[in-house]
Each structure stands twice: as structure tokens, then as C-alpha cells.
């Protein structure tokens, strides 16, 4: 079997199924997930099941077959990444973040994945299969219906703010920050340019902010009436608009790539790390606008 862990925000949690989705398609075996991590995680919780996957979730047996790499003592860790070849791994830890291992499918069919995955790459071979599991099976209220219904009636664009721990977390902003209001003013412009009549849609963890800072000369719309819990509402709303603003975020990202509007434009952030050496442009598809 293939065993991913699952942790983090939704977007996070989408990533990481995608990889263990195309790994186990590949070997043909089943997928389990591995949730065990939001039994602390009181912040952000579990939301793969609001979508129609296609895998259960591993028993602490089936999870404690497998050694975690990141128990390991560094020099150890070091060690099996350079010398123990990929098809005898029975643990595998993402090396690099955004980018793409090509070796991943050398993994044995056997394996336990530890890691972000946050690249098109580990999913692209099994697209169909993703697009039709993160489609929701939790029904929608009615006003998230009727917003649907809006949406979907104009030439609608998401706006992505994404404030949270990236403004209030003193170990996450210097890693992320916080796009600025001139990457926004940017986007709009990018996307009025070839869009006609716009309607924005905004999405933030920081809803009070968004309306006291975001000034655009076009209709806007604040979706401010699903919190946490229904973050899976929010981010099909935002596949259900035709273009896309996303922010330095996997939440956007996947509410732009889930979108199947034939037209579609989006626009991403060119600087998603502050530190731009170790800046994650492999995130960002090359049909997508990089500002």
C-alpha cells in the first residue's frame, strides 16, 4: 500500500493526497492517509473527506510498519537519502520542496510518504483522476449555492488574500510575508486589460482587512460567511470563477488549478518565498501569469 501523511491547511492536505494518488495509481496498490497529526492540530483541521476520494485512513498498525524518516537523527537521514536506492525505500521524505523528484516513481509499491509535494509534476499523470476525487460529496448550503450561482453567471475573478500566520506568526512571515497591495493592483490590471466587464470575488482569512484595504474600480463581492470549518466551500467557489488572483498560498493555488473555464487567466505571485534564493517558481504551471 502507499501511505501519505496528511497534515496542514486544506491546500496542504490536497497536495499531498495528489502525490500519494499518483503514486499508488502507478503501482497499482490502495492509498491510505495518515492523519494523525490533527489530533494536535486543533488550528487546522482534516477536510479530505468534504471531497470524493478515492482512499481510507491507515490504522496506527498499518502506519507503524513503516519508519518516519523525520525521527531520524540527521546524520542518519543524510545517509538513506543518498545511498538507499528509491525501489527499496519503505519511507520516503520530500528532499526539496517545490520541485519535482523524477525518481519518485522509482518508489516501491510498498512506501510511506512524508512531505508537501507542492509541484504539478507528481500529479499531472493522473489529472483525471484527481480533477474527479476533489469534487465535493459534502452538499452545499443555500448560501453557498446561490453565491455559486453568481459566480458562475459573470465573467468572475477570485482574489485571494492570505493573511493568518503569514501576518501574525513570528516563524512564518519571514519565510512567506505578505503580498502587497501593488501585486494585487497589478493583478487586476493584467486581468481588466483582457477581461471584459470583471467581477471580483474575494477570499481572505482576514476578511475586515480585505474590505478596509482592497480598492478596485470594478463590482466586488467579499465571500466572508464560511470560517474555517467550510474552507472546502470557499475553495469550490473559487474554482467555480473563470480567472483567477492567487496568493503565495496552496489554498489558491488549487482553487485556480481546479477551475475549468476554457478562458481562463491567472495571475501568481513571481516572488512566493521572501527569500527570493530560495524562491519556489516551480510551483507556478507556465500557463499561468507570473507577476
Known sequence: MIIVQVNSGLGNQLFQYAAGRRLADLKKVPLKLDTQSFSTDL??????????????????????????????????????????????????????????????????????????????????????????????????????????????????????????????????????????????????????ERVALPHFFVFSDDQEWAKANLRLDFPMTFIDFNGTEQAYADLYLMSQCKHHIIANSSFSWWGAWLCTSAEQMVCAPHQWLTNSKKNAHQIIPDRWLQI
Request: overall charge positive.
Open 43 to 192: 488550528k487546522r483541521p482534516y477536510q479530505l473527506h468534504h471531497f470524493n476520494i478515492a482512499a481510507e485512513i491507515a490504522t496506527p498498525a498499518e502506519i507503524a510498519r513503516f519508519p518516519k524518516p523525520y525521527l531520524w537523527k540527521r546524520l542518519w537521514r543524510g545517509l538513506y537519502r543518498r545511498l538507499m536506492p528509491y525501489f527499496l525505500r519503505r519511507c520516503y521524505k520530500e528532499a526539496k520542496m517545490y520541485q519535482y523528484d523524477p525518481r519518485f516513481v522509482d518508489l516501491p509499491k510498498d512506501v510511506y510518504l512524508y512531505g508537501f509535494f507542492q509541484n504539478e509534476d507528481y500529479l499531472k499523470a493522473s489529472e483525471a483522476a484527481v480533477r474527479r476525487e476533489f469534487t465535493l460529496v459534502t452538499p452545499l448550503d443555500d448560501a453557498n449555492r446561490a453565491m455559486a450561482d453568481q459566480i458562475r453567471s459573470v465573467a468572475s475573478v477570485s482574489i485571494h488574500i492570505r493573511r493568518g500566520d503569514y501576518a501574525h506568526d513570528p516563524d512564518v512571515r519571514p519565510v512567506f510575508g505578505l503580498m502587497s497591495l501593488d501585486y494585487y493592483a497589478s493583478a487586476v490590471k493584467n486581468i481588466s
